[in-house]
């Protein structure tokens, strides 16, 4: 069965600098999409920016970026020059090329320290 | 502006109340998905629609019932079955193309209490 674990509950970062979110995922399927979601207090869920399994090439979006690493089935997002606003949890998320239903990590609570 | 709206935004229930939860999009998307959210836990999938008059269950979806008439509809009953329905539920809506481009899009949730 597909899973996806965020091993860190909770990270804090001081405002302008660097953070690196960590999610691994586990399938045995060989195309797929993953996905970090951000979800700020006002809880309305946003994506931040996906991955597709067949790119080698990283996604970047402004000041994330990911590391996806298919072998280790590793997909770590990193937040550059953090903002105030970027306080939120943070989801990874999986999808396969068939299947249209995402499955979920648990998130990671992200604070800034201003 | 496109987008999903969910009301209500709060909505408290007795036990043994049957309560529904609206969803509507005017996106045009064609599937659209019901989930639990609970603290400390990710999102689980309690319904999905792919198709007017349609619907499949998801990982939790005992206690609940979903409708899909309309294209731009699907609301969500929790019932008196459900026994911990206390939770922030969200509504999502995607496309069901191929590819990248269908990514799912939620509205902003609506928090249920029971007393």
């Known amino acids: 069965a597909q899973t996806v674990t965020q091993s860190q509950p909770e990270m804090s970062v001081q405002e302008a600098e660097t953070v690196t979110l960590s999610c691994t995922y586990d399938t045995s399927e060989s195309d797929y999409y993953l996905f970090w979601y951000k979800q700020p207090p006002s809880r309305q869920m946003i994506l931040v920016i996906r991955?597709?399994?067949?790119k080698q090439q990283n996604a970047t979006e402004n000041r994330f970026s990911v590391n996806f690493q298919k072998a280790a089935k590793s997909f770590s997002l990193k937040i550059s020059d953090s903002q105030l606003g970027d306080a939120a949890m943070y989801f990874c998320?999986?999808?396969?090329?068939?299947?249209?239903?995402?499955?979920w990590g648990a998130g990671t609570k992200l604070i800034i320290k201003p | 502006d496109g987008g999903i709206t969910q009301s209500p935004k709060y909505l408290f229930r007795k036990e043994g109340q049957n309560v529904t939860l609206s969803c509507e999009q005017n996106l045009n998307h064609d599937a659209m998905y019901w989930y639990r959210q609970d603290p400390g836990q990710g999102l689980r999938l309690i319904y999905y629609s792919q198709i007017v008059n349609d619907f499949q269950k998801g990982d939790i979806a005992e206690g609940y019932s979903v409708s899909r008439e309309k294209k731009e509809s699907f609301p969500l009953t929790v019932t008196s079955a459900q026994k911990n329905p206390t939770a922030f539920y969200l509504c999502?809506?995607?496309?069901?193309?191929?590819?990248?481009?269908?990514?799912?899009?939620f509205g902003p949730g609506t928090r249920l209490t029971v007393l």
């Open positions: 999502a809506s995607s496309t069901l193309t191929s590819g990248r481009n269908n990514e799912q899009f």
């Open positions: 991955q597709e399994a067949y």
């Open positions: 998320a999986y999808r396969w090329d068939s299947n249209y239903q995402l499955i």
